[in-house]
C-alpha cells in the first residue's frame, strides 16, 4: 500500500507520501532525529523501522511494499529500516549496492536528492532501478487489493489534478493525497475494512535547505476530497 508524489518546480522538490497500514498496527511515532544519526524519519510502532526518511545533505528515501507473487524463503528483517540503511551511506551514487538485500521481502523503494531520483525494486530475488526524471511530476502508488482497478484510478486521479493547477492548499499539502474518489478503499487517502491511510509526511528541498512536515490522520480527515 501507500502513495508517493514527486513534484519539482525550478529550485524546489516536493515529495509527499501517504502511509496505509493495518487498523491494528500499533501507532506511529512523529517524525524524529534518527537513533543519534543525521537522518530524520517518522518510526513505525512495531518493527521500528520508517517509511520516508531524509538526512542532513538532502538525500531521502520513500519504501512502499511490493505484492508481486513471491515463494521465495521467509525474510527475517523489516523493510522499515532499510532506509535509514540507505541514509547513512555517504558520497555513493547508489548506497542500496551495500545493503544485503536477501534479508528482506519484495519491495520499491524511491531514493532522490537535488540532482537525481532512482526507482529500484528487488522482487525478492534480483535488484532493478530505473533513473526518473526531473523534468516532470511523478506518482509512485501500491495496493494491496486490487491493485489492477486500484492503481489506474489512483494514476488518473494525479493527472486530473496536474491539469487542475491548483496543487497544494495553505499548508503546502499535495491537495491529490486526500482524494478518496468514489470508492474510498480505492482513494490515495484510503480507508478499507481492515485498513486505512495513518498519515501524509512531506519533504521539502528548496535551495540548501530541507524540511519535513508530518500530519497525522486525525487531521486529515476533515480534508478528505
Known amino acids: 500500500m501507500c502513495t508517493v508524489t514527486i513534484i519539482i518546480r525550478e529550485n524546489q522538490t516536493v515529495i509527499t507520501m501517504n502511509r496505509d497500514e493495518r487498523i491494528d498496527r500499533p501507532a506511529e511515532t512523529a517524525p524524529q532525529c534518527w537513533q543519534d544519526s543525521n537522518i530524520t524519519a517518522p518510526?513505525?510502532?512495531?518493527?521500528?523501522?520508517?517509511?520516508?526518511?531524509?538526512?542532513?545533505?538532502?538525500a531521502w528515501a520513500c519504501l512502499l511494499n511490493s505484492y508481486d507473487d513471491y515463494n521465495g524463503p521467509t525474510k527475517k528483517r523489516s523493510r522499515g529500516l532499510l532506509i535509514p540503511d540507505i541514509l547513512?551511506?555517504?558520497?555513493?551514487?547508489?548506497?542500496?549496492?551495500?545493503?544485503?538485500?536477501?534479508?528482506?521481502?519484495?519491495?520499491?523503494?524511491?531514493?532522490?536528492?537535488?540532482?537525481?531520483?532512482?526507482?529500484?525494486?528487488?522482487?525478492?530475488?534480483?535488484?532493478?532501478?530505473?533513473?526518473?526524471?526531473?523534468?516532470?511530476?511523478?506518482i509512485?502508488?501500491?495496493?494491496?487489493?486490487?491493485?489492477?482497478?486500484?492503481?489506474?484510478?489512483?494514476?488518473?486521479?494525479?493527472?486530473?489534478?496536474?491539469?487542475?493547477?491548483?496543487l497544494f492548499d495553505a499548508e503546502r499539502r499535495p491537495i491529490i493525497h486526500f482524494w478518496t474518489g468514489n470508492d474510498a478503499r480505492s482513494g490515495i487517502m484510503m480507508?478499507?475494512?481492515?485498513?486505512?491511510?495513518?498519515?501524509?509526511?512531506?519533504?521539502?528541498?528548496?535551495?540548501?535547505?530541507?524540511?519535513?512536515n508530518y500530519w497525522p490522520r486525525s487531521e486529515l480527515i476533515t480534508h478528505a476530497v
Open 191 to 212: 480507508t478499507r475494512p481492515h485498513s486505512y491511510t495513518t498519515s501524509v509526511t512531506q519533504i521539502i528541498l528548496e535551495g540548501e535547505e530541507a524540511q519535513m
Open 140 to 166: 509512485v502508488t501500491s495496493s494491496s487489493w486490487k491493485a489492477d482497478k486500484v492503481l489506474p484510478l489512483r494514476e488518473a486521479a494525479f493527472k486530473e489534478w496536474q491539469k487542475a493547477g491548483a
Open 43 to 58: 518510526m513505525d510502532g512495531l518493527a521500528y523501522g520508517t517509511w520516508i526518511g531524509m538526512n542532513e545533505a538532502g
Open 88 to 138: 547513512k551511506q555517504k558520497n555513493v551514487k547508489h548506497p542500496i549496492d551495500f545493503v544485503d538485500l536477501q534479508s528482506y521481502a519484495p519491495f520499491r523503494f524511491l531514493v532522490g536528492n537535488r540532482e537525481e531520483i532512482f526507482h529500484y525494486y528487488w522482487n525478492g530475488r534480483e535488484l532493478k532501478y530505473t533513473p526518473m526524471p526531473l523534468q516532470v511530476d511523478h
